[in-house]
């Protein structure tokens, strides 16, 4: 798993291979003079002199890169640029102006809103209401002790049950959470974030397709199961060791691929990473990593590269620079594939693409006058839509302050709607391509993102940068340097320190259901004296074994969901196996 | 304070926790409360460990509490973390880095921070030992990091003392030798899963050799403190040395020098603060700092004819300390 | 002479899995030279526990997830039954609603810090809950 230090870096191989491609004159040399020496006549003669001093401006935005611009952008800036070998057609290599030939006149984004509190019924009400009214889809979210694998009754559990999420601990909640709903129709990416939890609880989902009849083979989805979340992200007080979590979320992408062909096994992070506290560049380049990773696990272990490349996924955070969040996407959508084509010698069009998920960003959004975090968010939305992405979150105006209420989630729908269906932009595929700005910008992302990746390279490679601390650190970094820098009012919020007005004070903001944690408490507390407890540790040990004997462990966790095993239950058996990882401090 | 005290007799933790708030302080109280609570010490085991940074002590420590605790011995632990040469404030990680530890009821946990201390940090933390041992804790554990003068400073007040190192420390581990590892009883080789394990048995084992002073041979314990391995050797290591100590009398002579130490400390720091009182108050003496600071006395001289002055002071009764 | 360190404990309560708040707060009172005892993610017991072999004076609780007036009454209550409430101040910030600070305030925190408050009133907001119980 360790890369081999003889290795070629990413970006030489990219540039090895690249150098000998053809490319086309974009422009008659004659005529490209003609512009430079108008462009020159006018910085002489009609810009000021203080402009041209300060020619290359860096807009200073919350998770922003920090990439200069320049005043303006012309023909010279993209003067090389050859549309075949930099932009493609859409649909077409290297997939820049996007991966599919109509993109949204085909096949719209998918609207998906984020709902999950309380207990499972709760949250089944609000799925309903939210299906009823037009979203395409269901993106689930777990309360934290779900999320950490906390059963209910832990004691760490007390007092945070169905607070931010839908508490679920074994199959029969999740019964109760899709009671009445089709699951053969609806997609659900459920949001399990990390490969511990995504083995614990997404065979819960399968065992209960199975009891409702439906073959493994009609589900349509995703989970998580990212790594950099469990290892990186989350604040926990256990961790298992980043090489164990990472045999982990493979076991669950080979399983999963196998036998559940139409379900997404991995939405590569991303949006949690950079919420954390770092730039869109560096999110990208960690993903990356990622990804080859996984790549190079799969291939090892006898796979071809397309079996699992064909349904690897993104899944991004949108933040407010406008043309980066565009341009980055479109960088990444043609890095990727150079990476699949060149270094991994994919054999499909389809292993080759960036496909991506996007949720706008929550960090930038403020707790001061509520309602402008909407005007936010729109932008974030636009910006996203206007870069390729497949499916899209819009987050809610009281993200700063909440679980978003109804209102706020229908408010959310609704500019996507809006964007979709008033703004005419979906009617023209890669509408921004060919912007000289845009075109400089994106290689200058590519190039910014690939130099990051071999940063990670010379780490070891994604894994060891965790392990030794490197990712952590470079987080902490850029996070408390953006504090700085917004503390300052080097960074402007308008509301929040710009333009201050005071206002947003009385705002009144979601309850979610308190009484679920006695309800949730006494559910599991019947559901452990109902089960066969006999079956319950025999599951529970053949977990055990599998996981010391290197065998794929969702089959055995599939076997624990059958029986009854809480998501706790099983969480506990890997501490036990793979031990405690002391994750490196971040000061 | 006696309610304090009194309190503390009565095996109170919040108490314990208080007094040691006011060793930490320097409180001016605290000559009073250590001459109180001296009496009751005597019956700990106190055990020093100390290595360098990513030698993973944290996790060797807290294993090792749990072997303590199943034999139904109460412990008591001191971290010590190093405060910002800047700021002043300090990080006090230590308490999250054990698993079990923090969260045992029969184990008493304290972080101290350095506090810029330097040379003065260990008396401090042999003050805190002593209520510690005081309050009736069966084993103290003192965890320090670093391999420098502080440490081996604070080891030396413990009975047993235990070094941790790990494979491939390279040049640290000369760093190592140089200092701390001369005064060590236990030697312990963490991660010996990792390649080099044995070279630095050999390392050790050879400069144990060389080494020709104690009647004790220090042992060297390999463990693989996250795998749960040789745990059991190292506790059976330190009992042996504490049953070495009070059989072969040295553990007695230890701690008769440790008074003796105290004792001179005590001194010390009263001589330190009448001096340092003088020199404020004194107006004869501030005249004669002040010609040293104009370069017209030689300082040393000035040394001689101040401390006449303050002595002169003391035996006409003057100045109280 | 006496040292007049602030000594500090931060902790989330529960299974928190955002800890940038918990985290940046930490880093900013050893840099205005307190003393912080991090938790991280604990349970009101062991909170407590170490507050009280440590002896801090203030207790920080970072709640990003919205479980702030539960958990919060849990700790609240633990402390008084262990006599600790005169002698410990309790800090709750994170991702908190305007309408739940007088709640929390009335249940017995000290002040409220919600996300977003800027470095200097985070300081002056520990260094008076501090002395108020000295």
Known sequence: ?587 | MEMLIERFRRKDRLALSKLITMVENNSPLMRDIMEAIYPLTGKAHVLGVTGPPGAGKSTLVDKLIRSFRNEGNSVGVLCVDPSSIFSGGAFLGDRVRMEWAYRDDGVYLRSLATRGALGGLAPRASEIIKIMDAFGLDVIIVETVGVGQMEADIIRYADTRMVVSVPGLGDQMQALKAGILEIADVFVVNKADINGAQDVVDDLQTMLYLRKDSQWTPEIVLTEALNDKGIMELYRAVQRHRDYLSKSGLGELQTGKRHEHTCRFAIQEVLKKCTDKSIEEINEIKVILQTVREGGINPYKAADEILKAIVKIYVNGGVSE | MENKIIKVLMCCLGPETHNRGIILVSSILKEEGMEVVYMGNTTAENAIKAATEEDVRVIGVSSLSGAHLRTGKHLLELAKQKGLDNDIAFIIGGVIPPNDVKSLKDMGFHNVCVSGTKREELVAAIQEAAYSVV
Not at chain 1, 256 to 272: A, H, L, Q, S
């Open chain 1, 1 to 587: 798993m360790t890369n081999n230090k003889q290795e070629k870096a990413t970006a030489e191989i990219l540039r090895e291979n690249l150098k000998g491609t053809e490319k086309g004159q974009v422009y008659d040399p004659t005529y490209l003079k003609k512009v430079k020496e108008g462009l020159d006549s006018w910085k002489e003669n009609v810009v000021k002199p203080d402009a041209l001093k300060n020619w290359d401006a860096i807009p200073l935005t919350v998770l922003g890169s920090e990439i200069p611009r320049e005043m303006v952008y012309t023909p010279l800036s993209v003067a090389n640029n050859d549309y075949g070998e930099q932009l493609g057609n859409p649909g077409e290599e290297p997939f820049t102006r996007g991966i599919h030939s109509n993109m949204y006149r085909g096949r719209t984004f998918t609207q998906r809103q984020l709902v999950g509190f309380g207990g499972p019924e709760d949250t089944n009400q609000r799925i309903k209401y939210l299906l009823n009214h037009g979203a395409t889809g269901i993106n689930l979210l777990f309360d934290m002790p779900t999320i950490q694998m906390y059963d209910c009754d832990d004691p760490m559990a007390t007092g945070s049950v169905g607070s931010c999420g839908v508490s679920v601990n074994h199959v029969k909640d999740w019964e109760l959470l899709y009671d009445g709903i089709d699951i053969a129709k609806e997609t659900s990416s459920i949001v399990t974030h990390y490969p511990s939890n995504s083995a614990c609880l997404f065979p819960m989902y399968l065992v209960m397709a199975e009891k409702k009849g439906i073959p493994w083979d009609q589900l349509k989805g995703s989970i998580q199961n990212d790594m950099t979340l469990e290892e990186l992200v989350r604040n926990s007080s256990e961790y298992i060791p980043p090489k164990d979590c990472f045999r982990i979320e493979c076991d669950n992408i080979e399983f999963i691929r196998k036998n559940v062909p139409k379900w997404n096994f991995i939405t590569i992070n991303g949006y949690n990473f950079r919420e954390f506290g770092t730039s869109g560049v560096t999110e990208m380049a960690v993903a990356a990593a990622h990804g080859m990773a996984i790549l190079d696990e799969m291939v090892r272990r006898g796979y071809e590269v397309d079996w699992v490349a064909e349904r690897l996924a993104f899944f991004w955070s949108g933040g407010m620079d406008f043309f980066e969040e565009v341009c980055r996407l479109r960088a990444m959508r043609r890095l990727w594939y150079r990476i699949l084509k060149y270094k991994y010698k994919a054999k499909n069009d389809r292993s080759t693409w960036m496909r991506c998920h996007l949720q706008t960003s929550g960090i930038s959004l403020v707790r001061e006058e509520p309602y402008n975090n909407i005007i936010r968010s729109s932008y974030e939305a636009l910006a996203a839509v206007l870069g390729g992405v497949q499916s899209l979150h819009v987050d809610s105006y009281d993200e700063a302050i909440s679980v978003p209420s109804e209102e706020a989630s229908l408010i959310s729908l609704r500019t996507q709607q809006i964007i979709e269906h008033e703004t005419g932009i979906t009617s023209v595929v890669d509408p921004l391509g060919g912007s000289y700005y845009v075109e400089a910008l994106t290689n200058e992302m590519e190039e910014r993102i690939l130099a990051e990746i071999s940063e990670i390279e010379k780490q070891g490679g994604y894994v060891e940068a965790i392990a030794n601390g490197y990712l952590s650190r470079k987080i902490f970094n850029y996070m408390t340097k953006e504090q700085m820098r917004i503390e300052k009012g080097e960074i402007k919020i308008v509301g929040h320190n710009f333009q201050k007005s005071g206002q947003g004070e009385d705002f009144e903001s979601f309850r979610y259901p308190e009484e679920c944690e006695e309800i949730q408490l006494q559910r599991l507390h019947e559901h452990k004296q109902n089960r066969e407890n006999a079956k319950v540790e025999q599951a529970l040990n053949e977990l055990r074994g599998a996981c010391k004997d290197g065998k794929n462990i969702m089959e055995y966790t599939v076997n624990c969901s059958r029986v009854g095993c809480t998501v706790g239950e099983q969480w506990k058996v890997f501490k036990e196996v793979f031990g405690l990882w002391k994750k490196p401090s971040m000061f």
